[in-house]
């Protein structure tokens, strides 16, 4: 997997790994709101995400209602990103590419997951929210 190339394919989001973490994502996306962004509140939902996403496993196991639940989180947090994410000044994808290089592997594993954590609430966004 291309962390950098997936990671700029989708709006901002909060990463976690074990000695860190960041909120990356591509600025097309942005839209930089007031007042929204409250760091304990993108870890609560991202703790969120995670057991939603392990309770899904590779059988996507979830009833309906959780995909829809699963998929507004995966909303909020690019809402409450937004409002944290950097300027194109500050941050871009050499930037970006920079941090994951120094990484370990362990560390650019846990990317890759959350990676596929976040693009299966937007397919199931498009599937159990936005079109039903």
Known sequence: MNIYDEIFSLPQYYYEWKS?????????YNKKR?????????ISIWKQLKAYYEQDGEQ??????EKAEYAKDVDRMRIYCEKESLTDDDFNRDGL???????SDEDKKELEWQIDMYKRGRYYYGRYVHNK
């Open 20 to 28: 860190g973490w960041g909120i990356f994502g591509s600025q097309y």
């Open 34 to 42: 007031d007042g929204i962004g409250c760091i304990s509140v993108i």
């Open 60 to 65: 996507e196991s979830l009833s309906d209602n």
């Open 97 to 103: 590419k920079e941090i994951i290089d120094k990484l």
